[in-house]
């Protein structure tokens, strides 16, 4: 069973426009909420993460959202570019370790 | 700053053979992690190391997989005998702690193929 989904395998914007990608989750003991970009044949980069203590984290074009009672976040890219095409995880981590629960992954084409 | 270095890049073994990965972490960080990550799906943790010490194994295939972390430092991941379903992306991570929460560092990925 999974507990973080990405039901979104993809995503196509216009470069300029916003880009939302969702991500939700089933155990309510995750704290902490990251995502990652990957391009082919490289490894995840982190992009930027949020704690379950807030609801929202900013980071130059980069927001994360976090809606605890849906178990729902999403990220907002504004504005986005071309550079930003690549797959995106969400991921998850909670109790006493910091091994992380993957989502499948959205693959974002941002469109000149 | 080096980051998480990994080898071989790619491999393409027959089943039933054994394979080796090669992880050497971002020096001073005392967590590394394995994942594996079969095409479609997000990455799957294997084994997570506090220095040379495991701290969680439970999704590891123990009769087939085994990882060592010596001193702490680079790290190896076997397959012995490997099965089709071993095909995936292997990645290490590496973080300065183990805490939830914080960035882990990736390497580029070892492609193994098994055929």
């Known amino acids: 069973d999974q507990q973080v989904k990405q039901n979104s395998p993809s995503l196509s914007v216009q470069e300029g426009r916003i880009s939302i990608l969702n991500c939700d989750y089933t155990?309510?003991?995750?704290?902490?909420f990251l995502w990652y970009k990957k391009y082919p044949a490289e490894g995840p980069t982190f992009l930027i993460s949020i704690s379950s203590i807030k609801d929202k984290n900013e980071d130059g074009r980069f927001t994360v959202f976090l809606n605890k009672s849906a178990k729902h976040l999403s990220l907002h890219i504004v504005p986005s570019q071309p550079g930003d095409s690549a797959v995106y995880f969400c991921a998850a981590s909670g109790g006493s370790q910091g091994n992380l629960i993957f989502g499948k992954g959205t693959k974002l084409s941002v469109k000149p | 700053e080096a980051g998480v270095a990994q080898s071989p890049r790619y491999k393409i073994i027959e089943k039933r053979q054994s394979v080796a990965f090669w992880c050497n972490p971002i020096?001073?960080?005392?967590?590394l992690y394995w994942y594996q990550q079969i095409l479609g799906q997000g990455p799957k943790l294997l084994i997570q190391?506090?220095?040379?010490?495991?701290?969680?194994d439970s999704q590891l295939p123990k009769d087939r997989f085994s990882a060592e972390r010596l001193k702490g430092v680079d790290s190896t991941l076997k397959i012995q005998p490997a099965k089709l379903e071993d095909s995936a992306v292997y990645l290490c991570?590496?973080?300065?702690?183990?805490?939830?929460?914080?960035?882990?560092?990736f390497g580029p990925g070892t492609r193994l193929t098994v055929t």
């Open positions: 155990n309510s003991m995750f704290d902490y």
């Open positions: 020096s001073g960080h005392a967590t």
């Open positions: 991570a590496s973080s300065v702690v183990g805490d939830p929460g914080i960035e882990q560092y």
């Open positions: 190391f506090q220095n040379n010490g495991v701290v969680d």
